[in-house]
């Protein structure tokens, strides 16, 4: 019996983890993605709202090879309140092909999460990444203060795809 129980477990944590690397319903990653190009640093402009990041300026996220051909990733942001930094590492290896910006990311280790590009721009500044639904987006950028005519387009890119954009956290720097 407790074999049996053991293996149930197994296979619904299985399940769910599988569940965490999905793509939300109706949207597209972008095709003809070029990981070189999308490595180094992104500052975070605006995020909806998650414990993992709650109080933090500053933040940022540094892609780099490894030598095993996953990517490295460097979480970076700095507590508002206390001022003090804070960072994780995690590692992205592609879900389906390395020329679609659909990403599966682990900061603890055998659970990954999605990491959906469904927008970029054809300079590889801008770029709207989604969770494995709704409740997760991130707006990012090569530099920390870009163009506010740029900032609204996103938002409203990420509006129209059916994110709760009024919900948007606007990342000081």
Known sequence: ??????VLLLVLTGLGLAGCVRIPAGLEPVTGFEADRYLGTWYEIAR?????????EAVTATYARREDGAIAVL????????????????RARFVDD???????VSFFGPFYGAYVVFE????????LVSGPNRSFL??????PDPDPAVVDALVARAAAAGFETEALIFVRH
């Open 1 to 6: 019996m407790k074999r049996v129980a053991r």
């Open 48 to 56: 909806l709202d998650h414990s993992f990041e709650r109080g933090l």
């Open 75 to 90: 979480n970076r942001g700095r507590d508002a309140a206390s001022g003090e930094w804070s960072e994780v590492e995690g």
């Open 98 to 104: 390395a020329e679609t910006g659909y990403l599966k």
């Open 120 to 127: 970029l721009d054809e300079s590889y500044e801008h770029a």
């Open 138 to 143: 991130w707006l990012l950028a090569r530099e």
